[in-house]
Every structure is written in C-alpha cells, then in structure tokens.
C-alpha cells in the first residue's frame, strides 16, 4: 500500500502557501514533504515537525535553531533554509529540494568508491562544514545520509538539527545526540560540550568508509561500538584496502585521532590536508577501484561511480610521466599489440633490409636511410637523455602552506617564485595559498616560475542600515552589497509601515564575511483590535471590520448557532484578537439555531425533569409559586412536550 495515501498532509496547503505533494522521508522529529511553493511557483522540500512534537518547547526551540543557523550560511554546499513557519499544530521549514540520492545510497549501492570519487564528495562536504564552524557553528551529526548529491553532482549538507553554537554548553541529562557510528570519543565522555572537533572525527569516520565499505568500529550493540570510540583506534583504510596510498590513511588518522589535540580543530584545517594529500596522489593512486567496489562484477560501462563530478574546489592535475602504449603498466601490458597501431614518439622505424647481395657497394640510398636511421637514434636518445637528465621537475604541493613557507618549498625545488597575488576564500585560511600556477604536481623545468595565489580569508562586508526600506527593496541591496537575504518575520510597529524594515540580524554596520544571510524584521503596521461582530447582520459587521481597516472573508459553510440565520455566528480571530492593518477577519455565517424535539417532562419530579430537559439541549428554569415552594413534582412546561424549540433555549417549569 503506498503510505503517502494515509498521510494527511499530502494534497494538503501549508500556511496558505505551500501545496503537499509527496511524502519523501520519515525521521524521528520531522516528516520531509515535496511541496510547490505557490507564491514563488518553484519546488521545495518541506520539514514538518511531529504534531506531538509541536508541544514540547525544548523541540521547537531546536528546530527553529535549524531554520536560524543554516540561513546565516548561504553556503553553495549547505541546503538552504527559505522559510520557517507554524500552520496550527504544524511547525515547518521550507527548504530547498535537492533531486538526487544521499551519500548512504551511492555506499549501498556500490561499497567502496575510488579515492578520486570518495575526495571529490569529501571537498564539498568540509567546504560546507568549515562555513559553519567559521559562523560559530557545529554540525554535531555528520554521516553518510546527511550527504546529499544532486542529479547535476553538486553535493550538499542537509540536517542541521543537531547544530549548536561552538561556545554553547548544552545539558542532555546524560543522552548523547547524534549517529553511535560517527561519535567522536569525547561525545561520548561528555556530552554536550563538543567543539568543531567532532565534526572532524565523523568526516575522517566518513572518509574511512567510503574507503573501505564498511565503519571502522562495529559491535552487536551500540554499547560495543562506543567502547571502540574511546579505547580504539581508528584502523588505516589500506588495511582494509591493500595498495591504498599513505597520504589516505594519513588523513583518516589525523582526523579521528583521538587526542583532541592532534586532530585538525576545525573543517577548514582538515580540508587543507585532504587537498595537500590530493595533489600528492598519481592519477593511477587516484582512480585505483577497490576489491571491496560493489560494482567490480559489473559491466564498467555502467560504472557510475564515474560519473561523480569533480569538486570545483581542487583542480584536477595533469598527468605526468606516463607509461606509453605496450609499456608495463598500460592497457596493452608489456609488449602488448597497440590495438590502434601508433607508433610511440621515443620508438624508432625498423632498420631497412640489408641488400640481398654480399661484395657489392651498398646503394647510394641504402647509405643514406642508414644515416638518417643513425641520427634518428641518436636525436632520440638525446631527447630522453635530455628529459631524464634532471632538467625538469614537479610543482611540489604547495596548498594551504604560509606563503613563506610555500617559497621555502618552490626555492628547495630548484624553482623561482613567480607573480603572487591575493584573493578572498572561505574555507583556506587568511595568508595561505589558495592556488598556483601551474598547479602541484605539474612537470616544470627547473629554474622556471611558479605564481601564487594567496587567501586575504573571507571576504567582510558591512550591513547596510535598512530601517525604513521595503522589503523588496531591502532583499535587492543586500545582494548589491555582496549579501544574502535570509529569514524574514513580522513583528507590529507604530513607527514604521506594513511592509517596510524595521530592523535587522546582525545590526547595520556590523561586518560579515560576503555571502552570509542577514535576518530581516519586517513592519505588520500598529495593532489593531478585532472587534465583536458576532450576532451582527453580515453587512454590518463587514462595514465595522473594513472600518476598522482589516478584510473580511466569509466561510463557505454555515453553522447552527443561537443566532437567526444570516447573522454572523462565529469570527476568526475572534474579539480582542491583534492583527495588522489589511489582514483578513474570516466570518461564518448562522443557518438559525438547531430545533429538537422537548420531552414531556410533566407529572415528573423535579431532578427527573431536569435532567430529560437539559439532556436534550436546553437550559431549565423553575417556577414555584408561592404554592410550589415546597412541592417537587412538575404541573406544567412552558413548551408542551413533543413541540420542537431551538436548542440551548429556555424550559420553564412549574412546581406544585
């Protein structure tokens, strides 16, 4: 049975907005929607806490966090958060859709990836992390499902429901948060008070997965596992793999070192090892498949694990000093038959046939194919000579190096330091280099120049002051200057008009690194107060709420009420209510009360009577008399029994 048919939600409209779709994933907090946002017209993801969540504050407050946290980011790599609100005893976010899998599917579809494809998703993931902890952020529950790549490849982190400011010390009672599998140990000794370290344990625990195919520490409890995180080392990837390069299992020791110390302090430091590893890779190293490889019985064809794309982050080095066709380590294998018949640029053509006669002069011709064979030979060797003879060299790794420590290496190279310029960068920190040309690992000859690229860190950029600014006006100049609009609410003012700033998160004139999303509040005009129109003709109240400047909507159905039918029974708020000038008052209309049956209560005592009577409906009202002060049985009722009278009205009895 296809479950999104039992979910309420779906076919449903959030917040006069956003139209449910489908259902996409169920967690332990929130259920995740495909929804269309209607005003915009686009498609989104809407994150739908628990109804019985809704009730606990300490949820709410977290989720609101999420919503908060991931839109001062508005990082290419982190989804997006374009609105937070509450529909009834729905609290949701609206975020952006990614149409793809999550990290866990590729894993559990194809075991271990190639190191190239395993960095090529690692890049993007520290890229989106190092953004967070430079906002004073952490993740807290970095695994394989809070990966997500896209149809197009981009890659992103998702659920960031667990974040908390680094500096916040948050008590749990105990209860550690997160994925048993990717706890770092001091998660686990104390909980609550984790620093941007643990994001690092889980990427280098990620890392050693995608490696290998499988977590470094299993147990049949999570108590075992746990164990294993505080006493145990995380084992190197290439005994899993055999052949794995060091720098790999350098990298994976580094970040799930469980000495806080010796672990990178942040996702930013942790990026800069894994890029110095990459470039120290050969191409052979890079695209190495794993025995572990799910698809290694597959046809290569189909092997998707290719089409992964690259980061953008971290240019793909040249390959240098390959073998030739039919040389060892080629297609063809030693002395193999190139299959497309070329002709190597080092090997020479066949020597001609000697002459078939002995005594005789050689040809004119043969003498000269002799010596044009000779020269050729020699040209050759003196061109490999020339190549090996130490006259060129490698670009030696040079990212996320000091400057000065980056011309140490160039000058211990044999290489000069070329042009050096400077560029912003979020994730290499201020004074590094961000790049060369031409790029690590590159065939240089010596004595040449390498230019640098060194990071001036994140780009800053002052909040404009946009008091008194519409906000669509508002939205644009932050872009302008070099911002993002992030998560807009409403609050009542006196001062400003409906519609325009009244403030923002950070304050005007506070800097912030470029790109980084600004929280507006926005003007809902002064309160006003909803006044009382029930009973009212639907005119007249219409002309007092439109006087007292809000709209007026009137439901489609009708209900029974103690009013005449026509007049307004119920109002939406009701009396007392504040709204904001031109916001909507829905009314609903009376269809006359509800008539029921009066039940013969006469010759009966007088409890008995009272309770038929106000078991049907109606209020009961006793007449005694100056004879009946001290009867208790029923002479008479105002409404004869069996007539019919509206519900909720008045019975009289009288008393002998």
């Not at 690692?122 to 952490?138: D, I, K, M, W, Y």
Request: proline content about 7%; aromatic content about 4%.
């Amino acid at each position: 049975m296809d479950t999104t048919l039992q979910d309420p939600l779906v076919g449903q409209v959030l917040d006069g907005r956003y139209r449910v779709e489908a259902r996409i994933a169920v967690g332990g907090m929130a259920t995740v929607y495909r929804a269309v946002d209607t005003r915009l017209d686009r498609v989104l993801a809407l994150k739908v806490m628990h109804p019985a969540l809704a009730a606990d504050g300490t949820f709410v407050e977290r989720f609101i966090r999420e919503a908060k946290s991931v839109a001062r980011l508005a990082h290419p790599n982190v989804v997006q958060v374009f609105d937070q609100g509450t529909d009834g005893s729905y609290v949701y976010l609206a975020m952006e859709y990614i149409a793809g899998c999550t990290l866990r599917d590729v894993l559990r579809e194809r075991g271990a990836l190639q190191p190239r494809a395993a960095l090529d998703i690692l890049e993007p993931v520290l890229a989106a992390l190092g953004a967070a902890h430079r906002a004073g952020f952490v993740h807290r529950d970095m695994k394989p499902e809070n990966v997500l790549i896209g149809d197009d490849g981009r890659v992103k982190v998702a659920d960031f429901g667990l974040v908390r400011s680094v500096d916040t010390v948050t008590s749990t009672t105990g209860a550690v948060l997160g994925t048993v599998a990717y706890l770092a140990p001091e998660q686990v000794e104390t909980p609550g008070t984790a620093d941007a370290r643990v994001d690092v344990y889980a990427c280098g625990v990620v890392l050693y997965e995608m490696l290998t195919g499988e977590k470094p520490h299993d147990g049949e409890s999570p108590a075992i596992v746990l164990y294993k995180h505080l006493h145990e080392d995380v084992p190197p990837p290439s005994a899993i793999v055999p052949g794995l390069a060091f720098e790999l299992d350098e990298v994976v020791a580094s970040a799930t070192a469980r000495t806080l110390e010796v672990r990178p302090y942040n996702a930013v430091a942790l990026l800069g090892q894994v890029r110095e590893a990459r470039a120290a890779l050969t191409e052979e190293q890079l695209d190495a498949v794993p025995p572990q490889a799910l698809a290694a019985a597959h046809d290569n064809a189909e092997d998707r694990t290719s089409v992964i794309p690259r980061s953008l982050t971290v240019p793909r080095p040249l390959p240098v000093n390959e073998d030739e066709p039919g040389g060892p380590g080629t297609p063809y294998g030693p002395g193999g038959a190139d299959p497309m018949n070329r002709t190597s640029r080092f090997q020479s053509p066949p020597p001609p046939p000697p002459p078939a006669g002995r005594g005789f002069p050689r040809p004119r011709r043969g003498v000269l194919a002799l010596v044009t064979v000779v020269l050729l030979v020699l040209g050759v060797g003196a061109g490999v000579w020339y190549i090996n003879s130490g006259q060129f060299t490698k670009v030696p790794a040079v990212l996320t190096q000091t400057q000065e420590r980056a011309e140490q290496r160039l000058e211990a190279a044999g290489l000069e330091v070329g042009k050096v310029t400077h560029a912003y960068s979020d994730t290499v920190k201020r004074g590094t280099i961000i790049d060369t040309d031409p790029k690590p690992g590159a065939r240089i000859r010596k004595n040449d120049s390498v230019a640098l690229v060194v990071s001036d860190g994140p780009e800053t950029v002052k909040v404009p002051d946009l008091a008194g600014t519409r906000l669509d006006k508002a939205q644009q100049r932050l872009k302008t200057e070099g911002l993002a609009p992030g998560l807009v609410t409403k609050e009542f003012s006196d001062d400003v008009l409906k519609g325009f700033v009244i403030s923002t998160d950070p304050e005007s004139g506070t800097e912030r690194r470029a790109g980084s999303a600004i929280a507006l509040v926005v003007s809902k005009g002064p309160a006003l107060d909803v006044p009382d129109v029930t009973g009212d003709s639907l005119d007249d109240a219409r002309a007092e709420l439109e006087e007292a400047g809000f709209e007026v909507e009137v439901a489609s159905e009708e209900i029974n009420s103690e009013f005449d039918k026509g007049q307004v029974a119920a109002q939406s708020p009701e009396e007392g209510a504040q709204l904001g000038e031109g916001d909507t008052v829905t009314l609903t209309l009376s269809k006359g009360p509800e008539m029921v049956e009066v039940p013969d209560v006469v010759g009966d005592s007088v409890g008995d009577a009272k309770d038929a009577l106000e078991a049907a409906g109606f209020d009961v009202d006793e007449d005694r008399g100056l004879l009946g002060l001290f009867g208790d049985t029923v002479k008479s009722q105002s409404v004869s029994g069996g007539d019919k009278a509206p519900k909720g009205s008045t019975i009289t009895i009288t008393i002998r």
